[in-house]
């Protein structure tokens, strides 16, 4: 199982953004995804969170501002990122907790990450 971010890049504070991140391989199911951010010098964080069922959770910082949304056909998460700011400048990760074919078990799978830059 793979997955493959997209998305990323430069843009001015005020700006959008959307970012991709695609599970390929025997995937049987899979269940929450998510993404995570690190700034330089500081650790991963939670950015946002969806499970299989569609609720979501979202970081204080980027309420109101980002929505993830999945396609399940695809297994493909999304987050859209609105109203960009210098601070949301990171790298993004991308993960998924997947079954894969003829597992019976939920593993924690990460993308390569791809980088934001908010310009002020």
């Known amino acids: 199982v793979q997955l493959q971010a997209s998305g990323g890049g430069l843009v001015q504070a005020g700006g959008s953004l959307r970012l991709s991140c695609a599970a390929s391989?025997?995937?049987?199911?899979?269940?929450?995804m998510g993404w995570y951010r690190q700034a330089p010098g500081k650790q991963r964080e939670l950015v946002a969170i969806?499970?299989?069922?569609?609720?979501?959770n979202y970081a204080d910082s980027v309420k109101g501002r980002f929505t993830i949304s999945r396609d399940n056909a695809k297994n493909t998460v999304y987050l859209q990122m609105n109203s960009l700011k210098p601070e949301d400048t990171a790298v993004y990760y991308c993960?998924?907790?997947?079954?894969?074919?003829?597992?019976?078990?939920?593993?924690?799978?990460w993308g390569q990450g791809t980088q934001v830059t908010v310009s002020s």
């Open positions: 993960n998924a907790d997947v079954q894969a074919a003829r597992s019976t078990a939920f593993y924690r799978y």
């Open positions: 391989g025997s995937i049987f199911s899979t269940n929450a």
């Open positions: 969806i499970i299989s069922g569609g609720s979501t």
